[in-house]
C-alpha cells in the first residue's frame, strides 16, 4: 500500500517532469505507483483523494476542462495541475 506522502510525492514529481502550465491525469500516479499493470486501478481513489487534499490546501489545482473541481465528485475525467 502507497502511503499519501508517496502519492503526494509521485504527483509533484511528475508535474515537475512537465512545462509550468501542463497537467497530468490522477491515472499517471496510479500507475506509476502499481507494482503491475493490473494493479494502478485500486489505487485511484487514494490518489483522487490526496490530490482534493492537496487542492482544499491550494497546493494542487483538479481541473475537469476549464474548471476547477473536486476530484473525488462524480462527472468525468479529472487534471492535476500545478496552483496558479
Known amino acids: 500500500m502507497n502511503s499519501d506522502e ?5 504527483i509533484f514529481e511528475l508535474l515537475a517532469q512537465r512545462d509550468a502550465a501542463a497537467s497530468i491525469c490522477p ?7 502499481a507494482k503491475s499493470d493490473a494493479a494502478w486501478r485500486a ?3 487514494d490518489v483522487r483523494r490526496v490530490a482534493s487534499e492537496l487542492a482544499a490546501k491550494g497546493a494542487l489545482r483538479v481541473t475537469r476542462g476549464a474548471d476547477e473541481v473536486d476530484s473525488t465528485s462524480p ?3 479529472v487534471r492535476l ?3 496558479k
Open 27 to 33: 491515472s499517471e500516479v496510479a500507475r506509476a505507483l
Open 43 to 45: 489505487l485511484m481513489p
Open 75 to 77: 462527472g468525468g475525467p
Open 6 to 10: 508517496t502519492i503526494e510525492r509521485t
Open 81 to 83: 495541475r500545478r496552483p
